[in-house]
């Protein structure tokens, strides 16, 4: 799954009217509905404040509200964004100031579309790629050619400890994690003690 780099708004202007997208990183569908009551309270002044989200470790848990736009002319379209993108833990807000001319069911659908497909291409996309945290341990005597080798092979130690021995934790793709060990074990002769800590996800940027 990916996610929105960071949260950021952005503006266009079609035929007068104002469409506003915000877009923010939440972690479930509280923090979505928290977001958005707190952008409706900010903008209640807008003729409409149109939303759609997208959470779950899948994205499997969306909704959307046309806010007063007819049936399927806005909500929907932002979700469609969203879930074409293939993001979660993503809620959407499209603020709109009437500018005095009509834009049709097609024409609504056009601009919610872009507003938010827009901000998504302005605020960047990171995937989420599944990762084990492993706690690594080494004699004083091994750990500077260890921690040398770590970088080496594209590892960037999230926190390095010392002790009685040195610890280094890392983040280790999932589907890496047998070679990783293997790997440990060889360079340090066996030397090595691992163990293994939460699951969890790093960021890899989409270009």
Not at 9 to 24: G, K, P, V
Not at 102 to 128: F, H, I, N, P, S
Request: aromatic share 4%.
């Amino acid at each position: 799954m990916r996610m929105i780099r960071q949260g950021g708004s952005r503006e266009l202007e079609i035929r007068r009217s104002r469409f506003a997208c915000t877009l923010a990183r939440v972690a479930d569908e509280a923090e979505a509905a928290a977001f958005i009551a707190a952008h409706r309270r900010a903008h209640r002044d807008a003729t409409h404040n149109c939303t759609a989200y997208v959470v779950g470790e899948h994205g499997e848990i969306t909704k959307s509200s046309d806010d007063g736009e007819p049936a399927g002319t806005a909500g929907v379209p932002m979700l469609e964004v969203l879930v074409r993108r293939g993001l979660t833990g993503t809620a959407a807000v499209v603020t709109r100031y009437f500018g005095g001319v009509k834009l049709g069911a097609g024409g609504l659908v056009r601009a919610y579309t872009q507003a938010v497909a827009e901000t998504v291409d302005a605020v960047g996309v990171v995937e989420l790629r599944p990762v084990v945290t492993v706690t690594v341990g080494v004699d004083h005597a091994l750990a500077g050619r260890f921690l040398g080798d770590l970088h080496a092979r594209g590892h960037q130690p999230g926190d390095v400890r010392y002790g009685t021995a040195v610890e280094a934790d890392v983040a280790v793709p999932a589907e890496d994690l047998a070679a990783f060990q293997a790997w440990a074990a060889e360079v340090t002769a066996g030397r090595a003690t691992l163990r293994r800590g939460a699951p969890g996800h790093i960021e890899v940027p989409v270009t």
